[in-house]
């Protein structure tokens, strides 16, 4: 897993609240990126940030939304508008002049 | 959508035994890379592939890419038990940003 942290592993929460998703990297990566996993499903981009202060959508950005005021921080918070936000969220980093990403281990977030 | 898909979806093999995988693509690349994922960790990443490189060899792996068909495969040989983990292809197609879009995974079950 690297030097990408996410906390927490796993993670409830009732139906309309919001939640932060955490994620530091101590590689001193230029990108970051949040990946939702569905089951059978592969990973798909909910936004990513190639520089400090600044970040863009991905495929799947309606019901999220993140900051990017650290280097080695990137939170990500699920709204209530999320529809269907159950899921396995990935976080990741990249170094600017390559294209190979490290993975952090993951937040099961579970909405009741 | 830009994802890809790979085949099988699952495979059982033996412990010994070779196991390949394939991985199908839209749209020209930049390179393809191959990551491995354990049940409900993050992802490991494996093997970058260029576009202008045909295969590519790391301990026991092998892949292989094929431009024209847009398809790449990756051969583990003497699988392990550790090895069972999902598998994942990942391309980076041109533009501005080295964003990657990722296959739906083979489930690879080696057994003992």
């Known amino acids: 897993d690297g030097g990408i942290t996410q906390s927490p592993k796993y993670l409830f929460r009732k139906e309309g609240q919001n939640v932060t998703l955490s994620c530091e990297q101590n590689l001193n990566h230029d990108a970051m990126y949040w990946y939702r996993q569905d089951p059978g499903q592969g990973l798909r981009l909910i936004y990513y940030?190639?520089?400090?202060?600044?970040?863009q959508k991905g495929d799947i950005a309606e019901g999220y939304s993140v900051s990017r005021e650290k280097k080695e921080s990137f939170p990500l918070t699920v709204t209530s508008a999320q529809k269907n936000p159950t899921a396995f969220y990935l976080c990741a980093s990249q170094q600017g002049n390559t294209d190979t990403q490290y993975f952090g281990p993951g937040t099961r977030l579970t909405v009741l | 959508s830009q994802q890809g898909e790979e085949d099988p979806q699952a495979l059982s093999i033996q412990e010994g035994e070779n196991a390949t995988m394939n991985c199908s693509y839209k749209?020209?690349?930049?390179?393809l890379q191959w990551y491995r994922q354990n049940s409900g960790r993050g992802l490991v990443h494996l093997i970058l592939?260029?576009?202008?490189?045909r295969e590519k060899h790391s301990g026991r792996l092998r892949v292989t890419l094929d431009t024209s068909k847009k398809s790449s495969s990756l051969l583990i040989t003497a699988s392990r038990a550790a090895d069972t983990a999902s598998y994942f292809c990942a391309t980076v197609h041109g533009g501005a940003t080295n964003k990657l879009i990722f296959g739906t995974g083979t489930l690879l079950a080696v057994q003992p």
């Open positions: 592939i260029r576009s202008n490189e």
């Open positions: 940030s190639q520089i400090v202060n600044d970040f």
């Open positions: 749209t020209s690349i930049n390179n």
